[in-house]
């Protein structure tokens, strides 16, 4: 197994949105880094947006992660949106067979 290496870079728009631009594999190892900043984010009132588009690897605790960030957002009336899977995520295939 490899090292594991995320990246999340925050960027407030003119307005006050919010977008993480996300990078690396989002998996065990890393996921605490997102968790930790949408953690961080809970404050914050504006809209907030998850970029995967640089996300080459998500597992269960990836996802799960995100599924959280979702529901926390809809108990607070606040938007959260992911763009940006690819669809080598969607499809649901390995690393390997790309």
């Known amino acids: 197994?490899?090292?594991?290496?995320?990246?999340?870079?925050?960027e407030r728009k003119h307005g006050g949105n919010v977008v993480l631009h996300v990078s690396g594999s989002l998996e065990r190892g890393t996921a605490a880094?997102?968790?930790?900043?949408l953690r961080a984010l809970r404050s914050d009132r504006s809209p907030i947006t998850v970029d995967l588009a640089a996300v080459d690897h998500i597992d269960a605790h990836g996802?799960?992660?995100?599924?959280?960030?979702?529901?926390d957002a809809r108990r607070r009336k606040v938007s959260v949106d992911v763009i940006g899977v690819r669809e080598s995520?969607?499809?649901?295939?390995?690393?390997?067979?790309?």
Do not use: P, Q
């Not at 880094?33 to 900043?37: A, F, I, N, P, S």
């Open 33 to 37: 880094l997102l968790e930790g900043v």
């Open 1 to 10: 197994m490899g090292t594991e290496r995320l990246a999340v870079e925050m």
């Open 63 to 71: 996802l799960e992660v995100l599924l959280e960030a979702e529901a």
């Open 89 to 98: 995520l969607r499809s649901g295939r390995s690393r390997l067979e790309e």
